[in-house]
């Protein structure tokens, strides 16, 4: 099978990458090294190091004997995916190039502008790209949990039964995201539905939880890292705490820790991935997969972290709880519906606790440069200035 990855130098896409390509895939790649640019902007790094993507690519030839068809480029210069597309003729393009930090798109005007752009025109223009050239490719689209936002009810995948003033109709579930970030995302859905309804493209709309973790199973045979960002605009959650313990630093559940979202590893979130790869959507239809294994609330992770990283090393890990420079409910009903990948085969690689200590056994050998990046891991991006005390 031919796949393009969108954004295949990030944290996701180059995990996935060398899924596809161990699978025996033909895999290319676009990426405009966006993430490594605007992570330096504010002064942070990948804690893991990454090589280049030529060193990358050179790497994938000698160690698993495969190339990937790189091009170098913003997937929202149309000029750029079309000839990408026209190419390769891919049988899926696996859209993972947009921006996705919720603090960046809220640092101010221009950071919001820019990522409600980006984004938006991205998949627009691989929606016309798969129209005009290989309309019978299965468009496989990140979007993010965070679109639901946190409704008093359950959450179902995608589309519900409704009924108002006595009459039924089965409608896309409402959306309330928390950031202009995650509003990109519901856009994207819309614009995806649409595309669904004029061309009958086949897509699949992944609503995907907040990802952790340092390693899949290629990852660990091959010696081919992937990113871990943990300072305060490109570090999420999980990874955040630990390497927070790591440090020595205060383990940071904003404001009360409530807050609650599905969570999945790296290994977990790729294995969806390359499920609804191998099981495309029928011709035609739009499908929306909520792909994250349990979900938890910050303060259970953040107590997880302490007391694996304390029997496993022997040290205090603290947690403080800094006020939340989100606008966010940190106490809230949240029961998402998560069937479809399980009915096709997904099954959780690793207990989670297992996982944790994974990540803190990587990141103990980054100490240094976790350190290093001591003064950009308090968070300091605001929803609003009133909300920090
Ligand atoms: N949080 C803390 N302490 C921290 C960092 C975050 O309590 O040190 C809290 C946040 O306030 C929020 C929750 O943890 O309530 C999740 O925040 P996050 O930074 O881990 O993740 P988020 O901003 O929601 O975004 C991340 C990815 C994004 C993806 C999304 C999935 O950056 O690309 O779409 O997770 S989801 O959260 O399901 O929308």
Redesign the pocket.
Known sequence: MKVMILGIDGYIGWALALREISKGNEVSGIDNFFTRRRVREVDSDSVIPISTMQKRISQVREKMGKRINFYRGDVANPKLIMDAVREERPDVIVHLAEQ????YSMIGLRQATQTMVKNVVSTLNIIYAVKDIVPKAHILKLG???EYGTPNIDIPEGFFEIEYHGRRDYLPFPKQAG?WY?WTKVHDSNNLMFANKVWKLAITDVM???VYGTRTREISETGLRTRFDIDEVWG??LN?FCAQAIAGLPI???GK?G?T??FLSLEDSISCLDIAIDNPPNEGEYRVFNQFDEHYS?MQLATMVKEIFESEYGKEARIVNVP?P?I?AEEHYYNPEHIKLARLGYRRSRELKDEISLILEDLSHNRARIESLKEVIS?RTVWQKSSVN
């Open positions: 996705r930090s919720a603090p993010t949990m965070g950031s995650h995907q939880g907040v999420t959650a955040r940071t559940p904003y820790g807050q979202r599905g910050v939340n989100r966010e968070p």
